[in-house]
């Protein structure tokens, strides 16, 4: 009996699929014409999409993560419904399917091994060749109508341009050493541009410090538990009452939100402009009490303490077990050779930005 059931739920799945594939096309005409939104399918619904692509270094396909992240609002936003998305490249895909046919999870996105979909769900045509949208097979019209807006949008100017957007956004320093001359760096530019003000800070610089921090990656997350594109923990954010660190504004509002609280503690020391911004970065990612200690470290041993090589050079003594005998140290051993390239790098991803976009 139960082997007589599984099969006829399985012919019943193919049978769902070839209607897909089969209506799709006759649908596409009137989609066409009519433009992206559904026949009411999800309209004022609220959808739970998780987005299940890995480190987006696969296939090379790289910010997969963020181009469907981008695509699941579009698709929300033309077909009348709100959608909470999940976005994370460290938990087993076998969960996130889990979830979908519980009925925890509206929409998945994630890889097709081979083109073999998964037993129990149905999924939409290729995104990138190498990913597709999946529901539960229980719902044949929803993947329908998933497949009908993915084939009018992905035959608009602004797919081509959203494509582009992430497509582009490769190494900063080989695109500078390539030559490359171009006006964006990043899929994220406009919301750098608009974020960076509040620090006083060249935009670009601010897009040094999330290629450091994630290469632009939505679902980057540190073993600490840091997230998204500017490694915000979490904690931290809730401080600025944000939750949310997969959305690329929030978790940028988040970051540059926590870069100026930390460059206000510095503003009345005295330091120019370029050292305020390297103990800045120092600051953000060691923690600001870590470079105070470091800086009354320097001050002790005769040096002047506004200059950021000057306490580079302190550093390593703050790594050795006598520091714990130091009056002016405050928290302890710190191991800061990571601290040091940080800055170093954040500075020379800089440097290359400014080469490929010579005009802030």
Not at 1 to 19: A, D, G, P, Q, Y
Request: net charge neutral; aromatic share 8%.
């Amino acid at each position: 009996m139960l082997f007589t059931e599984k099969r006829i739920r399985r012919t019943r799945n193919v049978l769902i699929s070839l209607l897909i594939i089969c209506l799709t096309p006759v649908c596409e005409k009137g989609r066409l014409l009519s433009g992206a939104k559904a026949d009411d399918v999800f309209a004022g619904q609220e959808l739970v999409c998780a987005i299940d692509l890995g480190k987006d270094m696969r296939s090379g396909h790289w910010l997969e993560t963020g181009f469907n992240y981008e695509l699941v609002r579009r698709f929300a936003q033309d077909n009348g419904c709100t959608v909470r998305i999940i976005a994370t490249g460290s938990r087993d895909e076998a969960e996130y399917m889990d979830s979908l046919r519980c009925g925890k999870a509206d929409i998945v996105i994630t890889h097709i091994e081979d083109g073999a979909i998964p037993e129990g769900v149905l999924a939409s045509c290729a995104i990138n060749e190498c990913s597709a949208w999946m529901t539960d097979d229980d719902n044949p019209r929803e993947i329908l109508e998933i497949r009908k807006w993915i084939r009018y949008y992905s035959e608009t100017a602004e797919y081509e341009a959203l494509k582009k957007r992430f497509h582009a956004a490769t190494s900063p320093v080989k695109r500078a050493s390539q030559g490359v001359i171009a006006g964006n760096v990043s899929p994220y530019d406009s919301l750098i541009k608009a974020h960076a003000a509040k620090l006083g800070w060249d935009w670009r610089l601010l897009a040094a410090v999330i290629y450091q921090e994630s290469k632009f990656s939505i679902c980057s997350e540190s073993p600490r538990g840091a997230k998204g594109l500017m490694q915000v923990m979490p904690r931290n954010a809730a401080k600025y009452g944000i939750y949310d660190l997969t959305d690329p504004e929030s978790n940028i509002i988040a970051g540059t939100t926590h870069l100026a609280k930390i460059q206000d503690r510095f503003k009345d020391i005295g330091f120019t402009h370029d050292e305020m911004i390297k103990f800045t970065l120092a600051a953000y990612n060691a923690g600001a009490g870590r470079i105070t200690d470091c800086r009354r470290l320097a001050a002790a041993q005769g040096l002047d303490n506004c200059k950021w090589e000057n306490v580079v050079k302190v550093i390593p003594m703050m790594r050795e077990d006598s520091i714990l005998e130091e009056e002016s140290v405050k928290l302890g051993k710190f191991h800061g050779h990571e601290t040091i390239a940080y800055v170093e790098n954040v500075m020379m991803i800089y440097r290359s930005i400014c080469a490929i976009c010579p005009k802030a």
